[in-house]
Nanobody, 124 residues
């Protein structure tokens, strides 16, 4: 079983940036996907984006397009989520999970091995 640990969250003013990390305890299968989701209070977990270990090619959900950037360091088993130009509506707990699929899963139910999450708060 693999364990995921998210880190890098914090409180930033609107327009600021953060880099989140998702560190895996061991490498999962080479064609596995690491996905980032976020969950605000009272809302469902929302797809932000995902990246496949083998190709390092990112996909973004609507919430991640334009201001967020995914990358990975395969040697360190880490996936990064760069958050730029943060807004108050980006406030949420950000989670990462693992999925094995030919397509890019965009629902939380398709992922497993979730970490504990990291809190991101954008202040106005």
């Amino acid at each position: 079983q693999v364990q995921l640990v998210e880190s890098g969250g914090g409180l930033v003013q609107a327009g600021g940036s953060l880099r989140l990390s998702c560190t895996a305890s061991r490498r999962t299968f080479r064609d596995d996907i690491i996905g980032w989701f976020r969950q605000a209070p009272g809302k469902e977990r929302e797809f932000v984006g995902a990246i496949r270990w083998i190709s390092n090619s990112p996909w973004y959900g609507d919430s991640g397009k334009g201001r967020f950037t995914l990358s990975s360091d395969n040697a360190k088993n880490v996936v990064y989520l760069q958050l730029n130009n943060l807004k108050p509506e980006d406030t949420a707990i950000y989670y990462c999970g693992v999925a094995g699929s030919d397509d890019i899963p965009k629902t939380a139910a398709e992922y497993h091995y979730w970490g504990q999450g990291t809190q991101v708060t954008g202040s106005s």
